[in-house]
């Protein structure tokens, strides 16, 4: 399996469809003849070379990819890697990514304000609350080039982005929800942990979305109780989209990535010759 255990970096090494000429067909097809990394593709395409991609281009891409993964620069993936495949990305630079996840008083941002957020990424996990350090979670994300959260393409960051205009998110974005419907797991967040035994919800068990608001408002009555309880609440629908992401990069390079290596030589690459 090439996810996210073991060398993190040998799923970008077996991806091909953000290089010249090579589309999702083309690489699954050299994936079949034994091609799996960049060396090996650089050996067939100098020696039969790829359709619609001139050797020139191919090896500057090829380079390019190299020297990106050298320097550790995850925003050149997420520039020429399809959206649809930036769940690529993860295993080679787990360390970079933030899983993030906001409460907030509505589901309009203009409607509602955001009350507690809680970044997890980089050994540390970190939850702002309004009128404490809401203020300073913007340059926290900035130190992260990847980004996941649960629907946060569609509710999270729009709400951030009118909450501090000036917030930029981070350039590669991994939307778990959309990631888990790839598999097969569709519906809540919740419902997904149940369904895989995976997460932990110790001490938070049975809190939703409402209850959460509710939280939100006993704790500005004056409750600090109520607040450590929508801390922990937060924390653990954040900490738990890592075994999550975890769980459908497997999967997915399970599904649709290389299979395990075969013995023999590598074969020529598809329409280049016989």
């Known amino acids: 399996m090439v996810g996210a255990s073991g060398d993190g970096a040998r799923l970008l090494r077996a991806t091909f469809v953000h290089l010249p000429g090579i589309g999702p067909a083309t690489e699954a097809e050299l994936w079949r003849r034994g091609v799996r990394d960049w060396t090996s593709l650089r050996s067939v395409a100098a020696a039969r070379g790829i359709p619609r991609a001139p050797p020139d281009r191919m090896e500057a891409a090829l380079a390019a990819s190299e020297r ?3 320097e550790r620069d995850a925003a050149w993936f997420g520039r020429h890697l399809p959206e649809r495949e930036h769940w690529r990305i993860y295993p080679g630079f787990r360390e970079r990514t933030a899983f993030l996840d906001i409460e ?6 203009y409607e509602g304000i955001v009350t507690v957020v809680t970044v997890h990424g980089g050994g540390s996990t970190r939850t702002f609350v309004a009128g404490e350090d809401l203020e ?8 992260f080039p990847i980004l996941v959260t649960f629907n946060g393409s569609r509710f999270d960051v729009p709400f951030l982005a009118v909450t501090f ?3 930029v998110a981070p350039p590669i974005h991994i939307d778990l929800r959309f990631v888990l419907y790839r598999i097969g797991l569709a519906g809540g967040l919740k419902r997904i942990e149940a369904t895989l035994g995976l997460g932990d919800r110790s001490g938070v068990e049975g809190v939703d979305g409402l209850q959460a608001v509710r939280l939100w408002q006993e704790y500005r009555r004056g409750s600090r109780a109520a607040l450590d309880r929508l801390v922990r609440y937060n924390r653990a629908d954040t900490t738990n989209l890592e075994p999550l992401l975890a769980f459908a990069v497997d999967e997915l390079a399970a599904r649709v990535g290389p299979a395990p290596a075969a013995r023999g030589p590598v074969a020529a690459a598809p329409g280049a010759g016989g």
């Open 165 to 167: 205009p000036q917030f």
């Open 136 to 143: 300073e979670l913007p340059a926290h994300l900035g130190r």
């Open 104 to 109: 907030t008083t509505g589901l309009s941002p």
């Open 68 to 70: 990106a993964l050298a």
